[in-house]
């Protein structure tokens, strides 16, 4: 019989690997919470019309497609069939899809619930999204995103305090992090100014890859995209924009004064990092003008951020879309988000060894079983230890003291209640701390304080 298995790029988790995740997830719920956000929930699948066309030509390959139920060859004749014409055949084949992301349902939900929402309205979403991608380190085919959005307000405000929120995630972590700053306008005033206003797209995938092929490589993708050597040339001391914040920002002031979009898109990055500078920011701010995700959707802010000592991918990201909710109908709804990649946060705690010992914990003391007589000594001792908010277990039965033991010690069990007929007749309670082999007879209270203050 063949043995089971998961799809590829998918994962099953350890109750160990659970409560790590769950750290993971009650953290950034707590900060999102700290801010002011609120909890919704949308389907994991949504109609295929509502996320198709969203995510440009190579994300629409990338959603995954459910079967109609019932027969869902019914209405295609053999023709289209034989045909192979996947293209053609997949809407009538599948009406619904995996979710890709979060922020696209989000914006369908704005739009069906408009009449429900006070504006601006702050929400948050940890909920797991699919991609049929080729599966490697980092990258998965489902994973979690856990996405923080703000709609209906232009305000820069916003973007300050979604940055805030990155840095005191981060902080509460223990993850030394870069969070890079970019703005959409000013790429576009870029590409206006080298004359090239209609190659946005192709400039910024080109530069966007300059940490992982190299000037060189950058600059022969440009040419290879009709790009002339004159503008490519006018492009060079922009791409390598060296400094502090202050300087690229003086800079780009004099070498965008001729583009309006560009000079706005340097004034909205000058005030968030204006209004940062009034806060209590610890980790690293670097204006980045490579830095080009998100071009579909993404207007104005942009926002990544990189684990520095771990090499890793982006682990969370962001920025300001001023008309997603345009795309079902509501025009004019802007709005800014950010989104932290679970997984990877996960490896990066994993590889740094971040995790507080008691985010890990689960039972913090096993009751041994030796009988009928000891278990019903037991469970009124359970109930109070339970009542003191400690995670407490019985052995099930009265098995061997050495199988009892070894079950504590393979489950991290801190502490084991040794409970016969001496404890009974005295009413007390002998614990052993399983790290140090130490044993003590103690009353119930004050076993609660020892667990308790451990």
């Known amino acids: 019989m063949a043995q089971p298995s998961i799809p590829k790029g998918t994962r099953d988790f350890s109750p160990e690997e659970m409560a790590k995740r769950n750290y993971i997830f009650d953290t950034i719920r707590e900060v999102y919470k700290l801010y002011g956000f609120r909890q ?31 027969d869902y060859l019914k209405g295609i004749s053999d023709g289209e069939l034989l045909e192979r014409n996947t293209n053609r055949l997949a809407p009538q084949l599948s009406e619904k899809g995996l979710r890709y992301d979060l922020t696209v349902p989000f914006a369908r939900y704005v739009v ?3 009449n429900e929402i006070t504006f601006p309205f702050r929400r948050y979403q940890i909920q797991p999204v699919w991609r049929a991608d080729r599966p490697q380190k980092g990258r998965y085919r489902e994973f979690f995103q856990c996405d923080a959005d703000i709609v209906g307000s232009d305000s820069l405000i916003n973007e300050v305090e979604l940055i805030q929120i990155v840095d005191e995630v981060f902080n ?3 993850i030394r992090v870069s969070i890079k700053l970019n703005n959409r306008k000013i790429l576009s005033g870029i590409a206006e100014i080298i004359g090239q206003a209609d190659k946005i797209t192709d400039i910024t995938v080109a530069i966007d890859k300059l940490d992982k092929i190299g000037l060189d490589k950058v600059n022969e993708e440009l040419s290879s995209k009709g790009i002339s050597k004159q503008s490519i040339e006018q492009l060079q001391p922009i791409i390598l924009l060296q400094g502090s914040n202050s300087e690229k920002i003086d800079t780009l002031k004099t070498v965008l004064n001729r583009s309006e979009i560009g000079i706005k898109g340097v004034e909205e990055l000058e005030f968030i990092l204006n209004r940062l500078s009034l806060t209590e920011i610890r980790s690293e701010l670097e204006l980045d003008l490579t830095l080009a995700r998100g071009l579909n959707y993404y207007t104005g802010a942009i926002i990544e951020v990189k684990a520095l000592d771990v090499q890793i991918g ?15 109908g509501l025009s004019g709804v802007s709005g800014v988000g950010i989104s932290f990649g679970a997984d990877r946060i996960f490896d990066v705690l994993n590889q740094l060894d971040l995790y507080p010992k008691d985010s890990i914990q689960n039972t913090q ?16 001792l359970i109930s ?10 019985i052995y099930p ?36 701390n399983m790290v140090t082999g130490e044993q003590k007879l103690l009353s119930v209270s004050d076993c609660v304080l020892e667990i308790v203050s451990h």
């Open 40 to 70: 919704i929930e949308t389907p994991a699948m949504e109609n295929l019309s509502t996320l198709m066309g969203k995510y440009g030509e190579e994300g629409d390959k990338l959603l995954f497609k459910i079967l109609n139920s019932g």
């Open 112 to 114: 069906m619930h408009r």
């Open 172 to 174: 509460r972590f223990g």
């Open 314 to 328: 982006s682990i969370t990201g962001g920025g300001r879309y001023d008309n997603l909710t345009g795309i079902f």
């Open 365 to 380: 003391v096993l009751f041994v079983n030796f009988g009928e007589k000891e278990e019903e000594f037991i469970l009124p």
């Open 384 to 393: 109070k230890m339970r009542q003191a908010n400690i995670a407490t277990e």
């Open 397 to 432: 039965e009265s098995a061997k003291m050495k199988k009892q033991m070894s079950y504590a010690d393979a489950n991290k069990i801190p502490y084991v209640a040794i409970i016969g007929e001496n404890e009974i007749q005295e009413g007390k309670i002998m614990l052993k």
